[in-house]
């Protein structure tokens, strides 16, 4: 079965750090451009972070100096750290993948479950 699943989801306090894992089973990550996305409740969809097959990344302007993007191909597992936490971070964060994609724009292949992240005193 081909999935991504996310972990490393909670609650935190403003000025926090978590780190999300994004982990593959039943394909290699290699040759995909992977992706985290967020919802908030009550809003649409937006794109996070991307990173390209060579490493490559980019990064919404909100969270530019606070997050970090990181591949292990080796453990078949993208990483999303968040540093510096604001409430506004509060979302349903979500990994995807997309074969020999360029970016992170456009349709993606797999889809993880989503985790959640609460930035709340």
């Known amino acids: 079965q081909l999935q991504l699943v996310e972990s490393g989801g909670g609650l935190v306090q403003p000025g926090g750090s978590l780190r999300l894992s994004c982990a593959a089973s039943?394909?290699?990550?290699?040759?995909?451009?992977i992706g985290w996305f967020r919802q908030a409740p009550g809003k649409e969809r937006e794109g996070v972070s991307c990173i390209s097959m060579s490493g490559s990344t980019n990064y919404a302007d909100s969270v530019k100096g606070r997050f970090t993007i990181s591949r292990d191909n080796a453990k078949n597992t993208v990483y999303l750290q968040m540093n510096s936490l604001k409430p506004e971070d509060t979302a349903v964060y979500y990994c995807?993948?997309?074969?020999?994609?360029?970016?992170?724009?456009?349709?993606?292949?797999?889809w993880g479950q989503g985790t959640q992240i609460t930035v709340s005193s």
């Open positions: 039943g394909f290699t990550l290699d040759y995909y451009v």
């Open positions: 995807a993948a997309r074969l020999y994609g360029r970016n992170c724009r456009g349709a993606m292949d797999y």
